[in-house]
């Protein structure tokens, strides 16, 4: 059974940073693609920002140059590293990765930003 845990949001300023990590366990195979999607409220979840096991991202033109995605295959986790935040970047982040074609999800996690 694949399970996720998420850790690292919180509440910060406007041009502050955080690091969101994802640990991904239950797979002897590993995982494909790992990512992160956001949803604000009144709003449809939207990818944030993937990336395969051999290291191709793909990153949100909304937070491109801003934001950083990473993985390290060894632990299956998944990190988002965010630059500059700024208050259209609250939303709950919600872990995502995909197990023989299956997609998974995380319970989600909070990140404020004030202004």
């Known amino acids: 059974q694949v399970q996720l845990v998420e850790s690292g949001g919180g509440l910060v300023q406007a041009g502050e940073s955080l690091r969101l990590s994802c640990a991904a366990s239950?797979?002897?195979?590993?995982?494909?693609?790992m990512g992160w999607y956001r949803q604000a409220p009144g709003k449809q979840r939207e990818l944030v920002a993937d990336?395969?096991?051999?290291?191709?991202?793909n990153i949100a033109d909304s937070v491109k140059g801003r934001f950083t995605i990473s993985r390290d295959n060894a632990k299956n986790t998944v990190y988002l590293q965010m630059n500059s935040l700024k208050p259209e970047d609250t939303a709950v982040y919600y872990c995502?990765?995909?197990?023989?074609?299956?997609?998974?999800w995380g319970q989600g996690t909070q990140v404020t930003v004030s202004s």
């Open positions: 990336i395969t096991s051999g290291g191709s991202a």
């Open positions: 239950g797979s002897i195979f590993g995982f494909g693609s």
């Open positions: 995502n990765v995909v197990r023989l074609r299956i997609t998974h």
